[in-house]
Every structure is written in structure tokens, then in C-alpha cells.
């Protein structure tokens, strides 16, 4: 037993010392390096579309060719080429990176003059222009096949994206001596794509979410739906929907199903009708309120973490959109399942009381500590980015604090980790980032920015909409995580973009679109499967039939919503 508790200890230690590190981490640095008493050549490198080339070899060479000096280009683009004490004339600079051209750079004689005056002189930014090679078809071959096989469900998703990071590194190594050109990149600049950020807050709140569904409380939202509703089905479907809408708001949309499907299905048995009739319609909602916070979505954190758009942000732009959305596929949902809903029945006395008894608080106590810990969490998610907080921080202190004050089973706790899902977030990050890598992001946004222009009306409806319904068609967290780059890009040139809507455009395409098919969402397929185990299967095409207009409606309100709130 002691054992037992020493363990729990070291590993509560561990969250925390993580949590620390990570709040020192996000807190703002005045960075000022403190060189040598040395002269230096500095420049800036970018490619066509003004991001910053990182990782560029940068070799200042003399009149012989000889190198006299090397450097690395920064986060920024930007390198610093120590000068020697003694050097001749005619210097140039060679900027070398994989999948690019070459550039030399002659310095001019006026600086060279200044550098042997022992000053230290900035020459004018350059851009490197991308190539075209056998990387790129490779790179971008890996990632279609891997959209492919999520897609088809051939394959489960995370072995998907193992699989395409598993090829990038198989070609990167081993065929590279064979052919230069496949080289995509090393492991060491593979790990720079991954977004710590969003592993970490998803891996706290999974921990938080796990102290949570112990206490019984969805199982009670459930049974409490039904109870308030009194059997009135023209009530119990829209408190139904608001429940999992709420909850998905706050914890991930995908453990809300796992945990409201169970006591629906029940629920629907004892009326005598189709589960799928309350089924669908909650799993809607969960998508389409919980892109209303942070946290609601996976699509979300992704956006939140790389736009560094704060969880108050999500809360005030989108939530007003989110209600009236909500509203519409409310009536959406009572008009396509009106048959079905009318031919319910109040349950037996017996099956009240199972669904009663399955419908209790089973550890009260424990709910009212993760009520304050909840509610502190909020707190932190609204003002964090005042204090300059990451929401990672924020859900391991949250997760941190009630296993220190419930003191669970630690081991279970951790074993609740969906850790399938966070080697799908980094497979999936590295995949992602390989096409990035070679430039066909660069060369998406490119076109894309070529279409819309300078139009940010143009440019909102073409995320919105191409968003929804590609996220029909792939699932939409590779969708999104391949789109941020593009989106970035977009808001650094598009007049207006600055307000950071052509993320919260995407926001609401890819999660909304994400209800028009089974496979647009995540907790769709949790939903179908748990559906189709308690006998009630439904198929593709059903799903489509019954989701796509509800993309319809529910985009078209958000995006009426978003041109109020940032255009007009």
C-alpha cells in the first residue's frame, strides 16, 4: 500500500513540476542577447510569401570561396554571421535549405567597408524561392494516402497517421542517399511541428474528464432531462440537445457522447422509440454548441493554439452565432424525427426505476470539489491570456488539483488517457508538417490568396464553406490542422484579417460541416458505434440524409453571424 501511495506522489510530482515548467515557459521573455565584443553581419531570410525561412544554412564565404563564418536562421528568419578578425574582400553569403534554391549574396563594398571598420552591419532581407522536387510529390502523396485511409476507415486513424509519419521518416533516411531529393526532413525538425500546447491540454483535460464521469453527473443530466420534460417529447429533444451542447462546451465533444449515448439509448427503449431519433440530433448539437469555447472541439484547440486565440475569444465572437445556430437545427431536428418522437409512451414503473437508480449521483462529495476546481479552471481559461497562461497550463493544474484533493486512483486516471488519441495528434502534426515542409501549404495559400484577393468577404465565405464541406468528406481534425498554415497566411495579407475571423470562419466550417457525414466528426463515430452495439445501426448515406441539411442551416447562421459581428 505504501508502495502504492509513493507511486501516486511521484507521479501528482511529476504534473506538477510539468505545469511549473510550462507556466515559465509562456511567460513573455525581453530576449536580449548578450554578445561578444565582436562585429557581425546580419540578415533576414523569408520565402515569397514573408514567412520566415528557419533552419536556412547561412555561410559567409571569401573571395576564394572559403567559408569564414556559418550560422543558423533563427525562429524570425533572422542570422547573425560572426565576423573574424581578419578578412579579405568580395564576401559573399551563401543561404542554403532543403527545398529551396540556393541564393548567393554579394556584399556590397560599402558594407564590407563598415565591417572592416569593425562595425556590425545588416544587409537586406532576402527571399528564397521554394523547388518543386520529388519531396514534394512524395510528401504530398504520403498525405493524401493518409487522408485516404482516415477517410475509408481502412485503417483506424491513429495507425492512419503512424503510418504517414512513419513513411516521411523511411524516405527521409533511407532514400536519401540514394536520391537527394526525397529528403523531406529529420526527426529533430519533425518534433518542431508538433504543437505541444494541444497535447498537453488535451491530456489534462482527459484527466479531468475521467475524475468527472466517476461522479455520475451525465447519467443524472440524462435522467434529470427526461424528469423535467415529463415525458413530453417536444420538450425532452431540445433538453436533450442543450445538455450534451452545454457539456461538449466544456469537456471534449467525444467523451460527452461516450457518456450521454448509454443513458439516451435507455432512455428511448423505455419510450418505444428509436434511440437514433435523440442520438443524431444530440451529436449535432455537440458539434455545433461546443464551438463556442476552447476547449468544445478538438478543430478548436487546434485553431486556438497555432492563431493564439484565447478562450474568451472563442466564448464572445462565436457564442451568440452558436445559440441561433443551436435554435435552428433544434427545429431542424423535431421536424425530421416528429414521426418517430410522437409514437412515445410513458415508460413502465420498473423501467423508471432502473432508469432512476442508473440515473444518480454516485459521488457527491467528489462532484463539489470538481465543481470549484471546474469553475476555478474557467476562471483561469477567460483571463489566461491577460497573465499570459496557456490553457495546457491551465488544464494540468485543473487536473493537478483534483487528484491531489479526490485522491482517485492515480494509475486508472492516467490509464483514462486516451493516449490512442494524443499519437494521433502527433502523427498527425508530423504528416501535416511534412507537406508543410516541402511548400505545398505554401503553395495552397498561394492560390487560395490568388482567388480571393484583397476581399475579405470573398475570403471569409471561401473558408466557411470549403471548410464544411470538406470536413464531409475528411475528417475534420486533419482537415483543420492542414488548414491553419493556409489561414495564417491569409490573415497576414487580406485587409481586415487582422481581427483573426478567417479562424473563427474556419472554426465554424470545419466543426459545423463536420455533422454532414458519419465520418465528419469524431463523436459521430463514437455515437454510431455505441448505437449500433445496442442494435440500432445506422448507416452512411442515413447519416447524410439526415446531416446534411443540417450543415446547411447551421452554417448559413454562422455565417450570417460572423459578417454581422466583423464586417458589418
Not at 435507455?266 to 448539437?285: H, Y
Not at 463539489?368 to 489566461?384: D, P, T
Request: proline share 4%; net charge negative; aromatic share 10%.
Amino acid at each position: 500500500m505504501m508502495r502504492k501511495n509513493q507511486k501516486n506522489n511521484i507521479l501528482i510530482a511529476i504534473l506538477i513540476g510539468v505545469s511549473f515548467l510550462l507556466i515559465l515557459s509562456s511567460q513573455p521573455v525581453d530576449a536580449e542577447e548578450f554578445l561578444p565584443n565582436q562585429n557581425f553581419l546580419i540578415g533576414k531570410v523569408a520565402d515569397n510569401q514573408g514567412s520566415p525561412v528557419i533552419d536556412a544554412d547561412v555561410t559567409l564565404l571569401d573571395q576564394g570561396g572559403n567559408s569564414i563564418s556559418e550560422a543558423l536562421t533563427q525562429s524570425n528568419g533572422i542570422f547573425t554571421l560572426p565576423m573574424p578578425n581578419v578578412f579579405s574582400n568580395d564576401l559573399t553569403v551563401k543561404i542554403e535549405r532543403h527545398h529551396f534554391e540556393e541564393l548567393l549574396v554579394v556584399v556590397d563594398n560599402s558594407d564590407q567597408q563598415l565591417l572592416q571598420a569593425g562595425n556590425t552591419v545588416s544587409i537586406e532581407d532576402q527571399v528564397m524561392v521554394r523547388v518543386i522536387n520529388i519531396g514534394f510529390w512524395v510528401a504530398t502523396g504520403i498525405f493524401i494516402v493518409v487522408l485516404a485511409l482516415i477517410a475509408t476507415g481502412k485503417l483506424h486513424t491513429t495507425l492512419s497517421a503512424l503510418i504517414g509519419a512513419s513513411l516521411i521518416y523511411l524516405v527521409s533516411y533511407i532514400g536519401r542517399p540514394f536520391l537527394e531529393d526525397i529528403y523531406i526532413f529529420n526527426f529533430e525538425r519533425s518534433l518542431q511541428y508538433i504543437d505541444w500546447n494541444v497535447i498537453f491540454l488535451v491530456m489534462g483535460m482527459m484527466i479531468v474528464i475521467a475524475i468527472v464521469e466517476h461522479t455520475g453527473i451525465f447519467q443524472w443530466m440524462a435522467f434529470f432531462a427526461y424528469r423535467t420534460s415529463r415525458g413530453k417529447m417536444w420538450l425532452l429533444l431540445p433538453i436533450l440537445m442543450l445538455f450534451t451542447g452545454i457539456a461538449s462546451a466544456f469537456l471534449d465533444n467525444v467523451t460527452t457522447m461516450l457518456l450521454m449515448t448509454p443513458m439516451t439509448v435507455q432512455i428511448a427503449i423505455a419510450l418505444g422509440i428509436s434511440p437514433l431519433a435523440l442520438l443524431i440530433p444530440e451529436v449535432m448539437a455537440s458539434n455545433v454548441i461546443g464551438v463556442s469555447t476552447l476547449v468544445g472541439t478538438p478543430t478548436n484547440i487546434l485553431i486556438g493554439s497555432f492563431g493564439n486565440i484565447s478562450f474568451n475569444d472563442f466564448l464572445s465572437n462565436l457564442t451568440p452565432g452558436v445559440l441561433v445556430s443551436f435554435i435552428g437545427l433544434t427545429i431542424y431536428s423535431w421536424f425530421i424525427y416528429r414521426n418517430n418522437l410522437k409514437k412515445a409512451h410513458k415508460p413502465t414503473p420498473v423501467l423508471m426505476e432502473k432508469l432512476a437508480e442508473r440515473g444518480k449521483i454516485t459521488q457527491p462529495e467528489n462532484l463539489k470539489k470538481v465543481g470549484w476546481v471546474g469553475l476555478g479552471m474557467i476562471v483561469l481559461f477567460v483571463i489566461g491570456e491577460s497573465i499570459h497562461l496557456l490553457p495546457a497550463v491551465t488544464a494540468l493544474m485543473g487536473a493537478t488539483a483534483l487528484l491531489v484533493w479526490i485522491k482517485p486512483n492515480i494509475e486508472e486516471m492516467i490509464e483514462a488517457v486516451d493516449w490512442t488519441t494524443l499519437v494521433f495528434f502527433m502523427s498527425l502534426f508530423i504528416v501535416v508538417g511534412g507537406i508543410q515542409e516541402v511548400g505545398l501549404i505554401s503553395f495552397i495559400a498561394e492560390n487560395i490568396g490568388n482567388f480571393v484577393g484583397d476581399s475579405l468577404v470573398l475570403s471569409m465565405l471561401a473558408v466557411i464553406w470549403v471548410s464544411a464541406f470538406l470536413s464531409m468528406a475528411i475528417a475534420n481534425i486533419p482537415f483543420t490542422a492542414a488548414m491553419l498554415p493556409v489561414i495564417g497566411y491569409l490573415t497576414a495579407t487580406v485587409p481586415g484579417a487582422e481581427s483573426k475571423v478567417l479562424f473563427f470562419c474556419l472554426s465554424v466550417g470545419a466543426a459545423m460541416g463536420g455533422n454532414g457525414t458519419l465520418i465528419g466528426a469524431s463523436a459521430n463515430m463514437v455515437m454510431a458505434g455505441i448505437a449500433e452495439a445496442a442494435g440500432y445501426k445506422i448507416s452512411y448515406a442515413d447519416f447524410f440524409k439526415k446531416g446534411f441539411p443540417a450543415v446547411l442551416i447551421t452554417v448559413s447562421i454562422g455565417t450570417v453571424w460572423l459578417f454581422i459581428k466583423f464586417v458589418l
